[in-house]
Structures are given as structure tokens and as C-alpha cells.
């Protein structure tokens, strides 16, 4: 590697000639088609702008030794706590998205360090107002519920914690709700009457682990007229169907694999049982190892969600976070009995610092308004500010797992420590961990998850 005891840790900028940045980072693609396509002059472009920022070229930003620009932790709390109050009228149009909007802006907080708590009392007073007495919540006030924006309030009533939060949640209707998802083919509808995919496959496992939900079937289920019996039956052999011939996960049987459907089935997955256990059982491993390694990109170091697609900072989540629960299913994750000590795995699947490189130099918001982004040209948002703190988060950290089983659903007990060994960022740019099923601090997953194991009934 590179000698870097010349360079100084003070300094504000430097070239890229005076840090130790790998060429991998830096350096054209080697090999590059002469075939001109929209997507090949896209991806052109998209290496044309990620370069200056990874050789760290730009004097307005303040590198480390490495070459790796700090963490602007102040100007991203400040911009998420901004979406958290009164919005311009064009946001009219993510009327139906208010509970994604409350998560996105407190969970990349919590990651930060910042105090949540202070929203408490605002939040569970917005979540009154759109949960239904049928169950679930909607996305705005009056709309129908909806499992994705179910999900993202439960997420994040858990993130701000607390009993008066817990509390708000009506378990029963959302248990009855959750029957009349079931489908007989083992997925879950998004809404009633709605689609079924993958993704209600994941926010449903979530929603019933973390509320400790019965698992039996309400009798006027629909699905139980037609032989289910239980809320998790067939659900990982749904999963499986939407494994595709690439390796990837579809959002459906016989559709195209995408990076964050493959987060929700290995997540899925990993909340039905060990991931040891059935992840190798229910999926072709080395395919799907396979198609999630292309999606990393060099010299970008991101991900991309698709194939032939472009590298996108969100991906540093849906992507980035399939890796530690790919890890454990391969027996990689230091997997021990709770009376033994962890021994960490440092090494990875996949390039960790091409990642962080990528998240700190191309997925920040340089300039005054802060929060994070897509990549450079794109502006930053709450949606990408949320994942891409995420993804940074997973990639600071190992997973180690205890294959111990606790009641029905909760069977695998996961450590996150951060990554032993020299970092290519600051200690100060260290996040919170975050859990790598339900992508929530794990602290707020623990207390959650604790709170309604000690109330198995209505």
C-alpha cells in the first residue's frame, strides 16, 4: 500500500499526488466498451464527476490523511430536522408518504448521536391520527393503511422509544389487519386488495416480530379459507420464488432483481430463523453473492440497484446491508454461544473502503444546505440522507451473531461492534450501529422488541 507517515492530518485540502489513495479509487475503468448508449455515456459522466471528489480535488472541502473528507455530522442533523417542520407546497405530492418522512429524518438523528427523544410527543400525536381502527397506518391523514407506511411508523415510534410511544400502536386491529393481508401464496398484500410482493413479505416479519403478534390466523382471514393457518406460513417459499435467473431478488416471481428487494428477502429470511440455518436452504447463495458483488462499482465504490444501472448512495443500505446477513448465512458472522467471547471476521465480501470513500467524497451534500445524496449533480434529500447513513453505519461495523432461539420469531441475538483495525476515517465520523435486520438503531430494536415480549396477549 502507500507510505502515509508524510502527510499531515491538519491540513484543510490536498491534492490527490500528496494522500494515500489507492489507484483503484482513482483511476479510469481499465476496460471500457466502445459501444456509445445512453448508459454508457451516463456512466461516463457519473465517473466524470465522482473522480475530482475521490482524489480529493476539491479545495472547499476539508480531507483526512486519507484523502476521505470529515463527516459533516452538524450540517446533516440540521438539514434532516428541517424536513421534520413545515414543507414547501410542492411537497404536496408526498402527502401519502408523512410516516417514511418521520423516519428517514429520526433515524439518520439517531445514527448521528442526536436525542430523539424531544419528537415524542409530536410523533405519537401524528401517528393517532393516522392509524385506522382496522388496523395499520395510513400515509396521510384519512388514507387507507398501507404496509410499507405501517412499517415506516412502527420504525419509527421504535426510534423515538418510550411506552407512551409503544402504547399507540393497536396490536389487535393490527393483527387482524395483517390476516386480511395474508395471501394464500404466502406473501402479504401491501393493502387490502393490493399488490404482493417482496417487500410485504419483509415489512409484515418486521411489523409481527417487533409487536410480538400472534401468529395464528384471525378465522375470518381469507387466507384461512383457503388452508393457511399461520401469518408466516409459506412466506420464506415465497421468497424463494423471487429469486431471479441473474441471482438477484425480484420484487415478484419472474420479474427483475433490484438491490433493495434482495435487503427484504434476506431480511425476511433472517427474522423467520437463523440465517445459518435458512438462507442457504431457501436461496441459491453463490448466485445471489454473485449478482450482489457486480453491483459495486469501481472507481465510484458505490452501488448500484440493478443491473447495467448507475452507482446511487441509497444502495449503500439496500445493497450494503445484504452483506453482514450474507455473512452470517455462510457461518461468517463469528456466530458463539452467549457465554462465549465474540472473535470478530474483519474481512468482507465486499469493498468496505471503496464504500466509505464513496458515502464521505460523492454521497455528501458539500455545500451549505448539508445531508446526503444520490451522487454528485444530484441534490440531497431525506429518503437518500437516511439510507446513506445507514449503509456508512453497516460499513463501520461488524455483526457477530449468538444462534440462540427466543420465542417464536426473535431467534438470532445480534452484536454490532465497530470495525477493529485502522479506519480510512475519523474516530469523530464513527456512527451509531445500526440493527442489520430492521435498520433502526439496535438499542431502539432491543427496547421495542423487549417491551412486547412481555405481552404475548391483547
Not at 270 to 277: E, G, K, M, N, V
Request: glycine content about 10%; overall charge negative; proline content about 6%.
Amino acid at each position: 500500500m502507500f507510505d502515509e507517515e508524510v502527510v499531515p492530518s491538519t491540513a484543510t485540502s490536498r491534492t490527490a499526488y500528496s494522500l494515500p489513495i489507492d489507484p483503484l479509487y482513482t483511476a479510469e475503468p481499465p476496460i471500457t466498451d466502445d459501444l456509445i448508449s445512453v448508459t454508457s455515456t451516463a456512466q461516463g459522466n457519473t465517473v466524470d464527476q465522482c473522480l475530482p471528489l475521490l482524489k480529493a480535488q476539491d479545495n472547499s472541502i476539508e480531507y483526512n490523511i486519507h484523502g476521505v473528507p470529515r463527516l459533516r455530522r452538524r450540517k446533516i442533523i440540521n438539514y434532516l430536522k428541517l424536513t421534520l417542520g413545515q414543507l414547501p407546497a410542492p411537497f404536496v405530492a408526498a402527502d401519502a408518504s408523512r410516516p417514511w418522512s418521520l423516519y428517514w429524518a429520526l433515524n439518520g438523528m439517531s445514527l448521528l448521536g442526536e436525542d430523539v427523544s424531544q419528537y415524542r410527543e409530536g410523533l405519537c400525536a401524528t401517528a393517532q391520527h393516522l392509524q385506522n381502527d382496522t388496523g395499520g397506518f395510513g400515509g396521510g391523514f384519512g388514507q387507507q393503511s398501507h404496509l410499507a407506511t405501517t412499517y415506516a411508523m412502527i420504525l419509527a415510534l421504535a426510534i423515538v422509544g418510550g411506552e407512551e410511544a409503544y402504547a399507540i400502536i393497536d396490536r389487535r386491529a393490527m393483527w387482524k389487519w395483517l390476516c386480511a393481508l395474508k395471501h394464500p401464496g404466502g406473501g402479504f398484500q401491501m393493502s387490502v386488495g393490493g399488490e404482493v410482493d417482496v417487500r410485504g413479505a419483509y415489512c409484515a416479519a418486521v411489523i409481527i416480530s417487533l409487536l410480538n403478534l400472534p401468529l395464528d390466523l384471525s378465522s375470518d382471514s381469507p387466507a384461512r379459507a383457503a388452508g393457511v393457518t399461520d401469518l408466516f406460513a409459506g412466506l420464506d417459499s415465497y421468497v424463494r420464488r423471487c429469486q431471479t435467473y441473474e441471482g438477484g431478488i425480484s420484487g415478484k416471481p419472474d420479474a427483475e432483481a433490484h438491490g433493495a428487494y434482495a435487503f427484504c428477502a434476506l431480511g425476511c429470511l433472517s427474522i423467520l430463523d437463523a440465517p445459518h440455518r435458512i438462507i442457504p436452504r431457501i436461496l441459491d447463495v453463490p448466485r445471489l453473492i454473485s449478482w450482489l458483488s457486480a453491483r459495486q462499482y469501481a472507481p465510484e465504490g458505490g452501488f448500484s440497484g440493478r443491473t447495467n444501472k448507475l452507482v446511487d448512495g441509497c444502495y449503500s443500505h439496500w445493497v450494503g446491508a445484504c452483506w453482514p446477513l450474507i455473512q452470517a448465512s455462510l457461518g461468517e458472522s463469528a456466530s458463539r454461544q452467549p457465554e462465549e467471547s465474540p472473535t470478530l471476521e474483519t474481512h468482507s465480501f465486499y469493498d468496505r473502503e471503496g464504500l466509505i470513500r464513496y458515502i464521505l467524497s460523492c454521497g455528501q451534500d458539500h455545500s451549505s444546505r448539508g445531508g446526503m445524496r444520490d451522487k454528485p449533480g444530484k441534490r440531497s434529500d431525506a429518503y437518500h440522507t437516511c439510507y446513506v447513513l445507514s449503509g456508512l453505519s453497516s460499513a463501520q461495523h461488524i455483526v457477530t451473531t449468538d444462534t440462540l432461539r427466543v420465542e417464536q420469531v426473535a431467534n438470532v441475538t445480534w452484536t454490532v461492534l465497530p470495525h477493529p483495525g485502522d479506519q480510512i476515517y475519523d474516530q469523530e465520523d464513527l456512527l451509531n450501529p445500526t440493527d442489520p435486520v430492521y435498520a433502526i438503531p439496535q438499542g431502539a430494536r432491543e427496547d421495542m422488541m423487549n417491551f412486547f415480549l412481555s405481552k404475548p396477549g391483547f
